[in-house]
C-alpha cells in the first residue's frame, strides 16, 4: 500500500522519507564502526610479530560475516560491522598511533583530506541520478594492479614509488566513494549494512593512504 501525500502542504513523499532514513542510519553506522576503529587503533597501538596479523585475518571473516548476515540476521551483520572496525583499526594501531606521538600533524591532515574527498565524492555520487555501478568492475581491475604494483615496490625499493602508490590509492577509493554512495541513493533497506561497511572501508583506506602520503612527504 502507498499513500500520496503530494498535495498535503508541507508533506514529503514516502520514497524522499524512507531514502533520507535509510541514509541517516548508513551514516550513523559508519561514524559508529569509525569510533570502534579508533578505539582498536589505541588498544593496538603496541602489536607486534603475527598477533599484528590475526587482526586482517578477523576483518576479513568479518566483511564475508557481515554480508551474508546482513538479510537473515540484521543484529548479528551489526556487531561483525563494529568487529570490522575494531579488528581494522587493531591492525594499523602501531601506525597510526606512531603518528600521533610524533607527528601529529599529519594525522591531522590526512584526517582533513579524507574528510573532504569524502564529502566532496559521497556528495557527487548521491546527487547523481545516474546508476554508476558500472565503474565498480573498473575500480576492481585498478585495485589489483595497485596491489601488484606495491609488491614490485616492495621487491625493487623503486625510489619515490611510494608517493604514486599512495596517489593511485587515493584516486582508488575516492572513485569507491562515488559509486558507493550513488548505490546508496537507490539501495533497500536490507542493505544498509552491506553499505556501511562499504563506506567505511573506503573512509578507513582513504585515511591510510593520505597518512602514507603526507608522512612520506616529511621523510
Same mark, same amino acid.
Given at each position: 500500500?502507498?499513500?500520496?501525500?503530494?498535495?498535503?502542504?508541507?508533506?514529503?513523499?514516502?520514497?524522499?522519507?524512507?531514502?533520507?532514513?535509510?541514509?541517516?542510519?548508513?551514516?550513523?553506522?559508519?561514524?559508529?564502526?569509525?569510533?570502534?576503529?579508533?578505539?582498536?587503533?589505541?588498544?593496538?597501538?603496541?602489536?607486534?610479530? %603475527?598477533? !599484528?596479523? =590475526?587482526?586482517?585475518?578477523? #576483518?576479513?571473516?568479518? $566483511?564475508?560475516? *557481515?554480508?551474508?548476515?546482513?538479510?537473515?540476521?540484521?543484529?548479528?551483520?551489526?556487531?561483525?560491522?563494529?568487529?570490522?572496525?575494531?579488528?581494522?583499526?587493531?591492525?594499523?594501531?602501531?601506525?597510526?598511533?606512531?603518528?600521533?606521538?610524533?607527528?601529529?600533524?599529519?594525522?591531522?591532515?590526512?584526517?582533513?583530506?579524507?574528510?573532504?574527498?569524502?564529502?566532496?565524492?559521497?556528495?557527487?555520487?548521491?546527487?547523481?541520478?545516474?546508476?554508476?555501478?558500472?565503474?565498480?568492475?573498473? %575500480?576492481? !581491475?585498478? =585495485?589489483?594492479?595497485?596491489? #601488484?604494483?606495491?609488491? $614490485?615496490?616492495? *621487491?625493487?625499493?623503486?625510489?619515490?614509488?611510494?608517493?604514486?602508490?599512495?596517489?593511485?590509492?587515493?584516486?582508488?577509493?575516492?572513485?569507491?566513494?562515488?559509486?558507493?554512495?550513488?548505490?546508496?541513493?537507490?539501495?533497500?533497506?536490507?542493505?544498509?549494512?552491506?553499505?556501511?561497511?562499504?563506506?567505511?572501508?573506503?573512509?578507513?583506506?582513504?585515511?591510510?593512504?593520505?597518512?602514507?602520503?603526507?608522512?612520506?612527504?616529511?621523510?
Amino acid at each position: 500500500m502507498s499513500y500520496d501525500v503530494s498535495g498535503v502542504p508541507g508533506a514529503q513523499p514516502v520514497e524522499g522519507v524512507a531514502a533520507r532514513a535509510l541514509f541517516g542510519r548508513v551514516m550513523g553506522l559508519v561514524a559508529i564502526t569509525c569510533g570502534f576503529a579508533a578505539l582498536g587503533a589505541w588498544a593496538g597501538r603496541d602489536l607486534t610479530g %603475527l598477533w !599484528w596479523l =590475526l587482526p586482517w585475518v578477523g #576483518a576479513i571473516v568479518c $566483511v564475508v560475516g *557481515l554480508n551474508v548476515a546482513a538479510r537473515r540476521a540484521p543484529a548479528l551483520a551489526v556487531v561483525l560491522l563494529f568487529g570490522l572496525g575494531f579488528l581494522l583499526g587493531l591492525a594499523v594501531g602501531v601506525t597510526v598511533v606512531w603518528y600521533a606521538e610524533n607527528e601529529p600533524t599529519v594525522v591531522w591532515q590526512a584526517a582533513g583530506a579524507t574528510g573532504l574527498t569524502v564529502a566532496a565524492m559521497g556528495t557527487w555520487g548521491y546527487a547523481t541520478r545516474r546508476d554508476l555501478s558500472y565503474l565498480y568492475r573498473t %575500480l576492481f !581491475w585498478c =585495485l589489483l594492479a595497485l596491489i #601488484a604494483f606495491g609488491f $614490485v615496490i616492495v *621487491l625493487f625499493g623503486i625510489e619515490g614509488a611510494s608517493t604514486i602508490y599512495a596517489l593511485g590509492g587515493i584516486a582508488i577509493f575516492a572513485g569507491y566513494t562515488l559509486v558507493d554512495f550513488n548505490r546508496l541513493r537507490r539501495a533497500g533497506k536490507d542493505e544498509a549494512v552491506p553499505l556501511a561497511a562499504g563506506i567505511f572501508l573506503d573512509v578507513f583506506n582513504l585515511f591510510l593512504f593520505f597518512l602514507q602520503l603526507f608522512g612520506g612527504s616529511r621523510n
